[in-house]
């Protein structure tokens, strides 16, 4: 495992502009007149509640979209207490077919923490909408979560594989609440930390439905974090001495706010520097672009007093809270990845796939040579459209 770790530094620094694109500031949010950030109602306890819906806001569809939905529904929190999520839901346009449209469960990638990071409330990037739109015009609707806390009272808990794959399965079973047509079959599709969160659905998503009459299909996952925890665990002072592209940087400020959070009983905090945890304040609120500027240059070693690994338990619960299953799915998988890619260098993805080939799950492998994390996603629609035509027959 320290060899895979070490190639993943190797990847990040070995090709510091790979894929590197300017991040636009991210715009204000609009919310369809649904504005849920401090909901004080009640949460109501049977998961996947519909609580509200309003139409989505012109600016806020995409192209392909007849329909287009903000939702509010409940899904369990971090912490595993009754609380509530939103997301957006889109109807392709034309006639449903007999019994329904076909639903994929969108998971997206990072946008960051805060509420003002709510993908439902904000425009689609170009790559997203047109990602989406290829699947309304195969057919499918659309339910693309927020993931609890984003836009909802609490923290984003920010690649909590638990937390995510309640959210994903709980907006499916909320969208068949809406009215209108959409068939029991689904599918997860995620790319980057919605990936991870898809995965983490597929492996529970017939049990999290169960009852609910859902029938699910399979899973395609592009960019996919896995193993991360272990390289976490090794931060502290003594950290490697390089300085990772900033993409890197900000998805480790997200994922020590979001386990810091998640387990305050470890007292993580201890072993933060004062200017480790003034950054780690900061990513509670800062969309990527933003945090993305912040932690430019930044030397990860500053942001500790004491590494990781002295806390008691760290890393068996770092691996409980983002690890990424590689056994116990019943469904197909597709596992997307550029060997471009430096969000996710392809050693995270690729010791996945040989762990899930070791355990006898039922995988297949799609390596794209020339695309980094962003470009992977529209090129993986060559193979993943009849993957996903093939599992929803």
């Known amino acids: ?41 009640p949460a109501p306890t049977r998961a996947g509640t519909l609580i509200a819906q309003v139409p989505l806001a012109d600016t806020l569809s995409i192209p392909g979209a007849a329909q287009a939905y903000r939702i509010h529904y409940a899904t369990p929190d971090q912490h595993g207490r009754p609380a509530t999520s939103t997301g957006a839901v889109f109807i392709p346009a034309g006639v449903p077919p007999p019994g ?23 425009p689609r990037s170009a790559r997203d909408a047109a990602y989406l739109s290829h699947w309304l015009r195969q057919g499918y609707a659309i339910v693309a979560t ?33 009215g209108v047509p959409l068939s029991r079959r689904w599918a997860i599709v995620g790319q980057s930390q919605g990936a991870g969160a898809a995965l983490n659905a597929a492996r529970r998503a017939t049990e999290l439905s169960r009852g609910s009459g859902l029938d699910y299909r399979g899973v395609v996952a592009t960019g996919t974090p896995a193993n991360i925890e272990d390289l976490i665990v090794l931060g502290g002072p003594a950290f490697p001495p390089v300085i990772l592209p900033a993409g890197l940087n900000t998805y480790t400020a997200y994922i020590l706010a979001g386990f ?15 200017a480790g945890a003034t950054l780690i304040e900061r990513a509670h609120h800062l969309c990527y672009a933003e945090m993305d500027r912040l932690m430019e240059d930044r030397d990860l070693r500053t942001l500790f007093r004491a590494p990781i690994s002295s806390i008691p338990g760290a890393r068996e619960a ?42 006898d799950q ?8 020339n695309q980094d994390h962003s470009g ?12 996903l035509e093939r599992i929803m027959r």
């Open 1 to 41: 495992m320290i060899t895979s770790l070490a190639a993943v530094i190797a990847v990040a620094v070995g090709h510091p502009t790979a894929g590197a694109e300017t991040t636009p500031a991210t715009a204000a949010p609009n919310w369809s007149g649904l504005d849920v950030r401090t909901y004080a109602g």
């Open 100 to 122: 329904g449209w076909p639903v994929i469960a969108w998971a997206h990638g990072t946008t960051g923490l805060g509420d003002d990071c709510t993908p439902s409330a904000l």
């Open 146 to 178: 927020d993931y609890v806390g984003l836009g909802t009272p609490g923290l984003m808990s920010y690649l909590n594989g638990e937390s995510e794959a309640h959210s994903i399965v709980d907006s499916v079973r909320a969208a068949h609440q809406i």
């Open 260 to 274: 810091m959070e998640a387990r305050p009983d470890l007292r993580p905090y201890s072993v933060l520097s004062p």
């Open 318 to 359: 770092l691996a409980d809270y983002m690890g990424t299953p590689y056994s116990g799915y019943d469904r197909p998988i597709f596992l997307g990845q550029g060997l471009l890619d430096t969000d996710v260098p392809a050693p995270s993805a690729l010791s996945l796939y040989v762990q899930m080939r070791a355990n």
């Open 362 to 369: 039922p995988v297949e492998l799609h390596v794209y040579p």
């Open 376 to 387: 992977t996603v529209l090129a993986s629609t060559a193979d993943s459209t009849p993957f």
